[in-house]
């Protein structure tokens, strides 16, 4: 398919449908990150979306790109260099142009695509998202830093909607603490007819792994069990039901409180029994159950990769996902714990924008579940 064709007749070939089906493209002042560098591509906003240059794209990121003209199609390669002399004139800046629906197919990686793009002032314009999920490169917007970040390093993670996570505590089965403190407390009982309520209401059980890879499915509905703080009950109680309804849940525990084994947390030996059993992972809830936004930028980037190395110390390596103590945190922390590495962070509201922002539920002794997805977040 590779031809000596320059590419500037791509510009004079695109194929394009009627001007009634035109939009209106506006140039957008967003910047886009490419490995975590500033780079100067640009955008037009389409429908609130973020639209490329195909020859662009391909120049930041390291692909080759060819127009076919026979097949009226734009093959983008990654691994393979690209081809700077094809470049032509300046591309036109104006702040608004005509977006037209553009005909051509779009190979990536050799592989036919359903993408879709825009003839803008005579280029090829590709929405970004789609690019990344062809190639299965992470495109995530960080709201507390106001940017798009592309990287080729990550899988591609996109939040569906239909997907609700749910947040349990302490588990027990003494009816004193459970009228006392339903917030914190469920029993074993409950947390079995919480997971039997949801599958009977349609809703199919994932892990947090699962749902980070992107094994879910339009049109179908998901929820996500997630434990907080690590205590012993979380063993001894809630363990056995997950194995005995094969339902996979990730605990976020309080790392020091794990190692220091007083009884009150499981050990890292149960930790480990657990992750081994195939129904439970275990991740970082910080290395002490503290407000990490009472503590300087410095100080929290310790406490993460201390929790983080002593829990790989024991689990080995894994995706990395943080749960907030107290669900507080803030554009600092945010980026504190993106610089960090990991790749999904747990809260309990949104406070920007951020698509690896996961908002959870929290689920009481008391709350009955076919209320409760009424009003739960679906990420």
């Known amino acids: 398919m590779r031809l000596s064709r320059p590419l500037a007749l791509v510009c004079a070939a695109i194929l394009t449908v009627s001007s009634a089906s035109a939009l209106t493209a506006t140039r957008s002042n967003q910047n886009i990150y490419v490995y975590n560098q500033k780079s100067d591509l640009s955008s037009y906003d389409v429908n609130g979306n973020n639209y490329v240059r195909a020859r662009d794209f391909a120049r930041v990121t390291g692909c080759s790109l060819v127009y076919d003209p026979d097949t009226s199609s734009i093959s983008l390669t990654s691994g393979e260099s690209y081809d700077a002399s094809v470049e032509s004139n300046p591309v036109e800046t104006a702040s608004k142009a ?168 499981f050990t890292s030996a149960q930790a480990k029994e657990m992750e081994e059993s195939g129904y439970v992972k275990v991740y970082s809830h910080n290395i002490d159950h503290i407000d990490c936004t009472t503590v300087s930028g410095p100080e929290f980037n310790r406490e993460l990769e201390r929790a983080y190395e002593s829990l790989r110390s024991v689990l080995g390596a894994k995706e990395l996902f943080f749960a907030y103590p107290y669900g507080s945190y803030n554009t600092s922390t945010y980026v504190n714990v993106r610089d960090n590495g990991f790749r999904l962070q747990m809260v309990q509201k949104r406070l920007f924008a951020a698509d690896d922002l996961i908002v959870r539920q929290n689920v009481w002794y008391t709350s009955n579940m076919a209320s409760l997805v009424k009003k739960a977040p679906k990420n």
């Open 98 to 265: 005509y977006a037209r629906p553009t005909l051509q197919t779009v190979y990536i990686n050799g592989q036919k695509t359903d993408i879709q793009g825009y003839s803008i002032s005579g280029y090829n314009y590709f929405k970004l998202r789609d690019l990344g999920r062809a190639f299965d490169w992470s495109v995530v917007y960080n709201g507390a830093q106001k940017r798009v970040e592309l990287n080729p390093e990550r899988p591609y993670f996109e939040k569906q909607g239909n997907t609700i996570v749910y947040m349990y505590h302490a588990f027990t089965e003494d009816p004193n603490l459970l009228a006392a403190q339903p917030d914190l407390y469920t029993s074993p009982w409950k947390l079995r007819c919480d997971i039997r309520d949801m599958r009977a209401l349609g809703y199919e059980l994932i892990s947090l792994e699962d749902y980070y890879e992107g094994k879910t499915e339009k049109g179908k509905k998901y929820f996500i069990i997630t434990i907080d703080d690590g205590y012993m009950n979380n063993y001894t109680l809630a363990y056995p039901v997950l194995v005995e309804e094969k339902a996979p849940a990730s605990i976020f525990t309080i790392v020091r409180e794990m190692e220091n084994e007083q009884g009150n947390y």
